[in-house]
């Protein structure tokens, strides 16, 4: 046998994009103030908890979803400081698809946030982040939900780099639905919802495609459960470079609201084991 061993080293930074969510609340659930902590001591501990696990991740080439602020010195210089641990992507703001997309009901309220996002896309125009950044504009619900296109219209028209994400279990069919998302810029399908001629009609509208994978069913799909075979967990980053899909979510890390993760992996009210638990 003749091997030759070629010197290579694997780049810091993944060429797939992740955005996995860990939820800063469940930190707070899992490690509450000690009876002698004072609430400032109990909120830098949290603090170096939460860094603790953005940077592990980060060290396992996934990037949390992060939503920062791009107005604020503080959240700017975590991005500069995740980068060195490899962050290829992060999310921006406070309202979208992480948070029970809770954007205004009103076209008149909407409106109102224009500003705020044209400043956003300044900040991050002006310190060199926009490629690295994205907004979690929506999470699942109906496509040609009209709310939808109105807020990835004012995000748009706010500052037209700023990229809108949204996550569904389906795929935006133009000539159903035309014109409605028009200002989407990356499509985020459900790993059931996989119809390779529907998304190469997002593609020819420039769209970005990103796959994401929640609980599984019975479709046979590839999940992140416990229960899983180990080759599903390994097949997904594959998937994604056979059909060109660019990124992939995941949508929590660390849900862990109804037993304590360290006595029941079955953390969700679908008795899954390990449901968007990866910690």
């Known amino acids: 046998v003749s091997l030759r061993v070629y010197d290579f080293e694997l780049s810091l930074e993944g060429h797939l994009k992740t955005a996995f969510d860990l939820y800063t609340h469940m930190i707070e659930q899992r490690y509450p103030r000690k009876d002698d902590e004072m609430s400032p001591d109990h909120w830098k501990r949290l603090s170096k908890i939460t860094e603790a696990y953005y940077i592990d991740m980060l060290q396992h080439r996934i990037n949390p979803v992060l939503n920062i602020n791009p107005l604020l010195d503080d959240d700017l210089n975590k991005v500069d400081r995740y980068r060195m641990y490899g962050l290829n992507n992060f999310s921006i703001g406070l309202r979208g698809g992480t948070f029970d997309n809770n954007w205004p009901k009103t076209d008149e309220e909407i409106e109102r946030l224009l500003m705020l996002y044209r400043s956003y896309g300044e ?119 056979k059909y060109d899909f660019k990124g992939l979510l995941y949508w929590s890390v660390n849900y862990w609201p109804y037993f304590d993760p360290f006595k029941n992996a079955m953390n969700t009210k679908w008795e899954q084991n390990g449901n968007g638990k990866l910690y």
């Open 123 to 241: 900040s991050l125009k002006f310190n060199k982040m926009m490629e690295l950044s994205y907004i979690y504009t929506w999470d699942e619900g109906d496509i040609g939900n009209p709310q939808v296109q109105k807020v990835c219209s004012m995000i748009h028209r706010a500052h037209p780099e700023l990229k809108n994400m949204v996550c569904y279990m389906g795929i935006w069919e133009p000539a159903k639905d035309p014109g409605w998302g028009d200002d989407i810029d990356i499509w985020s399908f459900q790993i059931d919802y996989f119809d390779e001629a529907k998304l190469n009609v997002l593609r020819k509208l420039n769209k970005e495609i990103w796959m994401y994978v929640s609980d599984p069913d019975d479709k046979g799909s590839p999940s992140l459960d416990i229960d899983a075979d180990s080759i599903e967990y390994r097949i997904l980053p594959w998937l994604c470079w």
